[in-house]
């Protein structure tokens, strides 16, 4: 044992800082030798120190552990793994390869990483290899922050990318500032005056950035996780070893004096180590079988639920305890409001892929008690087929309604059959979520989301442009249920621009005057596009950032959203935790008016065909005195609608919205709404129509 380290403790795992020392602990149960690397610089291509973990006294059960005196935060290390490297028995160690240790807090050396390194069997990478920090989190000033806690039914969510949304040169930021943490800061303003309440940050844990199919291309999404505790250091404004944790908790701590909720998107379901041919950078050299869901008749190749090369292994006692403890940390440390779960129906899965009914990992999230003011939020679904929409387990979790989003695409653009479809979507989806008790607002409605078409996009292209992407156009989703609403891509047609116009702001009334929680996605409020590329996780150019010319540009549907979100916030009527009575006229309660579009009526009726494309109705909450009324014609011809009765203590009916309108009267805020004498309203073809009685 060298007498200058001590043996250490098996708990917590990571690197944890002591007044003394720090004391490593890292999981393996079938590493035969690890060693501890510390490091006298993040660019250092040698370590300045090898500690090799003796089994008889730095092994407690599965995990290494040893107590180094007289270093601290800031240290940087790593780890080598010796073993046997057998692949067709699921075997990977390779001891020339420097390994991450998962816990790791903050990440170092990225200038100089190479994937290609990593990759290749027996090569030493040591000089080309993510490192890890030691972190000291309790040293931080939160200045009495604490994570907001604002219920699902007072939300409206912002899906953002921290990158893309402050990189373009005409952000008006320093450039040092561009898509970062601190870039996010000084945007705060504009996503108040927006008025969403949580910002859902696609991935910032670290990623490797070089995980795409063509090198000359960038992996931006960032559904490449490689170190779960660690913000990613290219988002930081600081270089210094520290700087990504303290500019992250900076931002989040600058969110929450805004009154603005932070949701992460996290990534249990693959890591950047790909398929067989993949690099080590971590858990691969680690512990390849404890993992990763590994074939069963082949152990050195990867099963792939994720789409992504490979499948955590998340319903393992270890990989769920590190999965549990990396939320707690996020939550704990880093104050975090919730957490969006990429591909969950991976963790719904056993050792071997096969689904679970009541996967441990998904119920100690959910039963967690130090996660129990969080958002859980759901992609139920997996890249293997498991659907779970409607299903997935758990009391808390929300999620993505994956099945709003095509049905209100299909009604919008004058899909035959969907009116039935398309209202069950507005009451909150209770044909897909009948579990009594289970409020509406669990749902998470959106129309786009960084996977796909923009909302311009969606109306604008019929088919997907995704050459860019060095894929053939075979990468990205075939069916985007989109409309170009004539032309294929950009023109100048005015009718055609029009018709744009107004199917977007059709769709927008659709996803802030239905039941359950909005999402938006970064940019649809300014019709950002991405030129028909309905896949865009490689393009970290203009093509894929935010473009604040935009928001003059398209001031108009800025106007609209703005305009339908503080509307919707200001009533009552969409802060309502159970599903709107349909027969309760007492309560608050929601009336579907039939038959009450008659020209639609009477030419379906001569064409002996059932294709409405017309819906209407009423939201009434009586004791707060709100009523309104929603006409959606998406019928290609204009038809008239027969307003309902008003009570005596309401006077007359006023225009919130009409999307065939021009700015600033598409829409208009109670106090400003033009009064409609008729007790019929003409409705202009593709149009939506909003109107308050008062």
Known sequence: MNPSVLPGISHPLGATVYPDGVNFCIYSKRAQIIELLLFESPEAAKPERIIQLDPQKNKTSYYWHVFVPHVGAGQIYAYRAYGLY????????????????????????DENYCREAASQHGIDNCAYAFKGVVVDPSTYDWEDDRPLEIPYASSVIYELHVGGFTRNANSGLAKEKRGTYAGLIDKIPYLQELGITAVELMPIHQFDEQDVISPSLT??????????????????????????????????????????????????NHTAEGNQKGPTLSFRGLDNKTYYILEKDNPALYTNY?????????????????????????????????????????????????????????????????????KLIAEAWDAGGLYEVGSFVGDRFSEWNGQFRDDVRCFVKSDADMTGKVAARIMGSPDIYPQPEREPNRSINFITCHDGFTLHDLVSYNDKHNLANGENN??????????????????????????????????????????GTPMLLMGDEVRRTQKGNNNTYCQNSKFNWFDWDLVEKNADILHFVKGLIHFIQARELFRIESFLSTTDKRKPHICRYENSFKQEREESKESKEKKSHCLAFTLNYPYQQEYLCIMLNNYWKPVEFELPPLSISQHNWYRIVDTVLP???????????????????????RSSVILMAQ
């Open 474 to 515: 075979r990468d990205g989703a075939n069916h985007n249920f989109s409309w170009n609403c004539g032309t294929e891509g950009e023109t100048t047609n005015p009718e055609i621009q029009q018709l744009r116009t107004q199917q977007i702001k059709n769709m927008l009334t659709i996803l802030f005057f239905s039941q």
């Open 86 to 109: 057998a692949p067709e028995r699921g075997y990977y160690f390779d001891h020339s390869k420097v390994l991450l240790d998962p816990f790791a807090k903050a990440v170092v050396n």
């Open 663 to 685: 700015t600033p009267y598409d829409f208009c805020p109670p106090e400003t709404a033009q009064v409609i004498q008729n007790k019929k309203y003409t409705l202009k073809p």
């Open 306 to 374: 994720s789409g992504c090369g490979n499948t955590i292994k998340a319903n393992h006692p270890v990989v769920g305890g590190m999965i549990m403890d990396c939320l707690r940390y996020w939550v704990n440390h880093m104050h975090v409001d919730g957490f969006r779960f990429d591909l969950a129906s991976v963790m719904s899965r056993d050792y071997w892929g096969l689904p679970l009914e009541h996967p441990p990992i998904v119920w100690a999230i959910d039963s967690d008690p130090m996660l129990s003011g969080t």
């Open 219 to 268: 992996n931006y999404w960032g559904y490449s996780t490689l170190a779960f505790f660690a913000p990613h250091r290219r988002y930081s404004s600081r270089r210094d070893p520290l700087g990504p944790i303290n500019e992250f908790r900076d931002m989040v701590k600058a969110f929450h004096r805004a009154g603005i909720e932070v949701i992460l998107d996290v990534v249990f």
